[in-house]
């Protein structure tokens, strides 16, 4: 069982930066893929980056490469998601998830084992 946290939202200006922590309880953290997602109003949650159980490997949906940097500390059994250059369409609650399986796969939200409660973010223009 693993149980996410997410944190480190709130309100920015566009151009702006946040960084977003999804904590992990668990032992089995550390074997597991992890992934950001985000949900803006009225809108499906939609995948954002994801890592793998090393953090060896990332992937993101092109409208964030190069804005946004997901990283891992299996140690301290935390994620983060760096967020660069913010704009307003980047509004939204983000949440954490955890799976096995390829990165590409995370894209697939339903395949995703463990949520978080998500944190919100606001980007005003």
């Known amino acids: 069982q693993v149980q996410l946290v997410e944190s480190g939202g709130g309100l920015v200006q566009a151009g702006g930066s946040l960084r977003l922590s999804c904590a992990a309880s668990?032992?089995?953290?550390?074997?597991?893929?992890m992934g950001w997602f985000r949900q803006a109003p009225g809108k499906e949650r939609e995948f954002v980056a994801a890592?793998?159980?090393?953090?060896?490997?990332?992937y993101y949906e092109d409208s964030v490469k190069g804005r946004f940097t997901i990283s891992r500390d299996n140690a301290k059994n935390t994620v983060y998601l760096q967020m660069n250059s913010l704009k307003p369409e980047d509004t939204a609650v983000y949440y954490c998830?955890?799976?096995?399986?390829?990165?590409?796969?995370?894209?697939?939200?339903?395949?995703?084992?463990?949520w978080g409660q998500g944190t919100q973010v606001t980007v005003s223009s």
């Open positions: 890592i793998s159980w090393s953090g060896g490997s990332t």
């Open positions: 998830g955890a799976k096995s399986g390829s990165l590409y796969s995370f894209r697939e939200l339903a395949g995703i084992r463990y």
């Open positions: 668990g032992r089995t953290f550390s074997s597991y893929g």
